[in-house]
């Protein structure tokens, strides 16, 4: 699941909460989704681990589907 989805399906003030969880700002979650920011790994697994794994760090990395045949790693 990517995590704009997330956000939409957990409603509103997920993106506070979330940051709030994670330990970043509220703005650094919106420049994520919207590509402005690639987030460490540190930060990427933080983020996963607020949404309790539903969002995975490789979405959360490089968000998107990967070309039929393509492996993660």
Known sequence: ???KKYLL???RG???RLAKEAGCDGSYIPAVI??????SFVM??????AT???VS???????GE???GAKWG
């Open 1 to 3: 699941m990517t995590l």
């Open 9 to 11: 399906i957990e409603g």
């Open 14 to 16: 997920a993106t506070t």
């Open 34 to 39: 919207n590509g402005r920011i690639t987030p």
């Open 44 to 49: 990427a697994a933080a983020l996963s681990a």
């Open 52 to 54: 309790g794994g539903v």
């Open 57 to 63: 760090i490789r979405e959360i990395v490089c968000p």
């Open 66 to 68: 990967l070309p039929p």
